[in-house]
Structure formats: structure tokens, C-alpha cells
């Protein structure tokens, strides 16, 4: 098993574009997170998915922030349009019972 | 409102030193408490986890609920312990759905 999957691994885009951000959970897993790291606040908690449906999403920082999971095995977070103060690295993990798994997290930059 | 505190940024220490990362935490309702650990170029991984009181790579925790702390000790650090370490506190009954500290970066000279 690869693991949880993310992709891009690095991200370099304009300021106004939008990004989207990919993860495939590992398969059966049926909670999904993705998180936030920066220098100024560490790693956040941004929104999780249970079977498919988001449940808290209260991490989102703003409207032009949105996270989808259309299927158990894959799940989006997209930026619209994109800010400097958006570069971090975006975590996504997934987790079945007793234990979560990280992603290797993509890195964003907007310049 | 919960918090998890961890107060230094970088750690180092010589190879065969004792070692302990601290971790303080607030929360109103009953802890869970992990440390996760980021080598370099891999992801973030569960090192250990208080409920199982266990000892993993030589490290051990406890949650010590009268100073609200979960140190994270090793009597005999080894370079390969070098790493970025993250304290996180359960919120709620979700596991995934964790609070981290800010980390420490531990780097064990040789």
C-alpha cells in the first residue's frame, strides 16, 4: 500500500489563480483531514470528511477556501482565487479505527 | 478552548544524552494524547500514544494530568532520532480530528 497519496508535491502558482490540491485516502479508510502547516501557526486542522461527507469544515480560514470528496477514494481541496499568505504545506491524512495516516503534503507557493 | 503548548522550537543534545521534549496542554474534557514525528523528507508519523503506555524507538511518554504535561523522554538519544516532533491533543471522539503543537526539532549530535 503507497500510503495517502497527495499530489502535486510542490505547487507554484500567480497570485489570482486557482489551485487544487488532490489526495487519494488509503483504500477502506472512511475518515478523511486536511491540514494546514505554516511557520506563524503550525499544523491546523482545516476540514474532515466522514464516509464521503464533510463534518467540520470550522478550520476553513475563508470562502475562497473549498473541499470536496466526491468518492471514497479521492478528495479535493481547492483555493479560489489564491493568496501569498496561502503558500504552506497542506496535509492530507486518512484514518480507519485505531490509527491516522499522513500524506508526504503538498507544498504551495503563491507569488 | 484547548491548547497544546510545546515550549522549544529546537532541542539538541549529544549523542548517549538523555533527552525529554515537553508538551503542555489545556482542555476541558478527558485528554488524548499523541507525539507524531516528521523525519527529514518523510511524512508525518504516529510515534506513540499515551492511552497504550507503551515504549516506542526507546521513547516514552505520560500523561501527568495534575501539571496537564506529556513529556516525551528517551534516556539515550541516537542520531537517527533526529526529527521533527509534534504533540497533539483528540478532540472530540474523531481520532483524526487532532490539535498539534507548534513542534520541536530534536537534532542529536554525534
Known amino acids: 500500500d503507497a500510503g495517502v497519496i497527495q499530489s502535486p508535491r510542490h505547487e507554484v502558482t500567480e497570485m489570482g489563480q486557482e489551485v487544487t490540491l488532490r489526495c487519494k485516502p488509503i483504500?477502506?479508510?472512511?475518515?478523511l483531514f486536511w491540514y494546514r502547516q505554516t511557520m506563524m501557526r503550525g499544523l491546523e486542522l482545516l476540514i474532515y470528511?466522514?464516509?464521503?461527507?464533510?463534518?467540520?469544515d470550522s478550520g476553513m480560514p475563508e470562502d475562497r477556501f473549498s473541499a470536496k470528496m466526491p468518492n471514497a477514494s479521492f478528495s479535493t481541496l481547492k483555493i479560489q482565487p489564491s493568496e501569498p499568505r496561502d503558500s504552506a504545506v497542506y496535509f492530507c491524512?486518512?484514518?480507519?479505527?485505531?490509527?491516522?495516516?499522513f500524506g508526504q503534503g503538498t507544498r504551495l507557493t503563491v507569488v | 478552548a484547548q491548547r497544546v503548548t510545546q515550549p522549544e522550537k529546537l532541542l539538541s543534545v549529544f549523542k548517549g544524552a538523555p533527552v525529554e521534549l515537553k508538551c503542555n496542554y489545556s482542555?476541558?474534557?478527558?485528554?488524548?494524547l499523541f507525539w507524531y514525528v516528521q523525519y527529514s523528507r518523510q511524512r508525518l508519523q504516529l510515534l506513540l500514544r499515551?492511552?497504550s503506555r507503551e515504549s516506542i524507538k526507546g521513547f516514552t511518554a505520560d500523561l501527568n494530568k495534575g501539571e496537564t504535561s506529556f513529556h516525551l523522554k528517551k534516556p539515550f538519544a541516537q542520531e537517527e532520532d533526529s526529527a521533527m516532533y509534534y504533540c497533539a491533543l483528540k478532540r472530540g471522539s474523531t481520532l483524526g480530528r487532532l490539535y498539534f503543537g507548534r513542534g520541536t526539532q530534536l537534532t542529536v549530535w554525534p
Open positions: 483504500s477502506g479508510h472512511d475518515y
Open positions: 491524512a486518512s484514518s480507519f479505527l485505531q490509527e491516522v495516516f
Open positions: 470528511f466522514n464516509n464521503n461527507v464533510p463534518i467540520d
Open positions: 482542555y476541558s474534557g478527558s485528554p488524548e
Open positions: 499515551h492511552i
